[in-house]
């Protein structure tokens, strides 16, 4: 299983990306019970929790991101997304994709870097 984040690139304030998270090699009965989330890191910075959905659907965003991001899931094409709309320089950094399996398993993609800046 591997986890393939693309989507990542140079934008200008307020601008918008979308991420995706492919969850390549994956079986439908891990896809759907698990948690899925986005994490920041920011240059010099720890790996930082974004966005996450839980297996109910239910989303959980980090306050500097309320009401700009929204996390999505596919589960027929075994993608999670992060549409990132009206994007802050603060918004910089490589953002991961993170899954936590029904037993607890957790794996982690390789990071698509997103630099906004004018």
């Known amino acids: 299983v591997q986890l393939v984040e693309s989507g990542g690139g140079s934008v200008q304030p307020g601008g918008s990306l979308r991420l995706s998270c492919a969850a390549s090699?994956?079986?439908?009965?891990?896809?759907?019970?698990?948690?899925w989330a986005w994490y920041l890191q920011a240059p010099g910075k720890q790996r930082e929790l974004v966005a996450e959905?839980?297996?109910?659907?239910?989303?959980n965003y980090a306050d500097s991101v309320k009401g700009r991001f929204r996390i999505e899931k596919d589960s027929a094409r075994k993608r999670v997304y992060l549409q990132m709309d009206s994007l802050k320089p603060e918004d910089t950094g490589v953002y991961y994709c993170?899954?936590?399996?029904?037993?607890?398993?957790?794996?982690w993609g390789q990071g698509t870097q997103v630099t906004v800046s004018s």
């Open positions: 959905i839980t297996r109910g659907s239910i989303t």
């Open positions: 993170k899954n936590t399996g029904p037993y607890a398993t957790i794996r």
């Open positions: 090699g994956m079986i439908t009965s891990v896809f759907n019970p698990s948690t």
